[in-house]
């Protein structure tokens, strides 16, 4: 079942923070991101694999509660290049080899 | 090198014709995916082969045929598309079969398809 994903579109202006929601109703063994630019194909920024775990990557974070079957991706003091669609691909613990993708949550950053 | 190649960008094909989507990786990977992705959606898995063997059919329709003839190489055969199969299709691979529980997987740039 595909996961939830919040908010469906934000703008930022350069500088700004951001959060995006990502959330199963599966019990899950994994969470992955991705950034997909127009016209591209989807750009790997993470993996979180236990309950708790929290992971960085330059100025994005992430953090996966698996008791509650969700993630958030944290963006900090955003740059134009963070534009793009940011995906949660979830596999659940009964699914292997497969990673569902969420809808997508379109992020725009303006000078 | 961390590149997973696919050919053609770009095929424009009618109902009747039969093409092949190539993709290839020289990584070593043992876990191959296609993809589907239509505009504004998220990529949606269609098949995985692990180990060359065909692990997963997400229940496509039998007008795409998959085919891996060896380790770095993964095709998509097609014949007598619609034009719903319009879409962006994505070639990824990842280290070993069950390796998204530990490591990424890589996507190819894609094939832009247009059935007329």
């Known amino acids: 079942q595909q996961p939830v994903q919040s908010p469906q579109a934000v703008i930022l202006r350069e500088g700004e923070d951001a959060v995006i929601n990502c959330s199963s109703s599966?019990?899950?063994?994994?969470v992955h991101w991705y950034r997909q630019k127009h016209g591209e194909a989807p750009v790997f920024l993470m993996i979180?694999?236990?309950?708790?775990e929290q992971k960085g990557h330059e100025k994005i974070s992430a953090s996966f509660n698996e008791k509650k079957q969700q993630s958030s991706l944290y963006l900090t003091a955003s740059q134009l290049s963070y534009s793009g669609t940011y995906f949660c691909?979830?596999?659940?613990?009964?699914?292997?080899?497969?990673?569902?993708f969420g809808p997508g949550t379109s992020l725009s950053v303006i000078p | 090198d961390t590149e997973v190649t696919q050919t053609p960008k770009h095929l424009v094909m009618g109902m009747t014709n039969k093409k092949s989507l190539k993709c290839e990786q020289h990584m070593g990977h043992r876990a191959m995916y296609w993809y589907k992705q239509k505009a504004k959606k998220p990529p949606e898995l269609m098949f995985v082969?692990?180990?060359?063997?065909?692990?997963i059919n997400e229940s496509v329709p039998s007008r795409f045929s998959p085919e891996c003839p060896n380790s770095s190489l993964l095709n998509l055969h097609l014949h007598a598309l619609q034009p719903e199969d319009s879409a962006l299709y994505l070639c990824?691979?990842?280290?070993?079969?069950?390796?998204?529980?530990?490591?990424?997987?890589?996507f190819g740039p894609g094939t832009r398809l247009t059935v007329l």
């Open positions: 979180l694999l236990k309950g708790g």
């Open positions: 082969y692990s180990y060359e063997k065909l692990s």
């Open positions: 691909g979830t596999e659940s613990k009964t699914s292997y080899d497969k990673v569902i």
């Open positions: 990824a691979s990842s280290r070993l079969p069950g390796g998204l529980r530990t490591d990424t997987q890589y």
């Open positions: 599966k019990a899950l063994y994994s």
